[in-house]
């Protein structure tokens, strides 16, 4: 694959992912830092699309016989310069990922994947808890038993305290 159709398909494929994003959404302005991260990703995007629509076709070839080319005093040199490019075939420029960096790369992923999954565990366990606490809430006739049941930590440091004799720990 030469690096002008990579460089082609890598536009491509970033012009249609960005072309779904929502960039009028609040999201973006969280923060001044997403702010302009998001504007400077927005910036690069346009620039991939201009340099994809420039680069889109072949360049023309070389005009050797052109006003400008007669123009050159070194005839013989325009004439070495000519058979040179028309009998130099380059061969197509391929690149290949690093396999040490691609498998860094999949580590941060992984990573990545592994710290989604935990906070999406987090967030099932804090929203259960924080039912569990309106579903609990204190009145006027809740019990010292009732908290307990509901905060069984509250009830071992209460009972610390007092096996140590510390009456007025917490009191100013």
Do not use: C
Not at 91 to 118: G, R
Not at 130 to 149: M, Q
């Amino acid at each position: 694959m030469s690096s002008s159709s990579a460089f082609r398909l890598t536009a491509r494929r970033m012009s249609s992912a960005a072309g779904k994003l929502d960039w009028t959404s609040p999201m973006w302005k969280a923060s001044p830092e997403v702010a302009a991260k998001a504007n400077a990703f927005r910036s690069w995007v346009n620039s991939v699309d201009a340099l994809a629509e420039k680069y889109s076709s072949d360049p023309a070839p070389v005009d050797f016989k052109s006003d400008k080319a007669s123009a050159i005093r070194a005839q013989d040199l325009l004439a070495s310069l000519e058979d040179f490019y028309k009998s130099t075939t380059l061969p197509a420029e391929t690149h290949a990922w690093d396999a040490a960096d691609k498998a860094a790369k999949e580590a941060m992923i992984a990573e990545a994947e592994q710290d989604q999954a935990d906070t999406r565990a987090l967030i099932a366990e804090l929203e259960e808890l924080a039912a569990l606490r309106k579903a609990n809430r204190t009145s006027r006739e809740t019990s010292v038993s009732d908290i307990y049941k509901m905060y069984p930590e509250i009830e071992e440091e209460v009972e610390k305290e007092i096996d140590e004799r510390k009456w007025f720990k917490d009191a100013v």
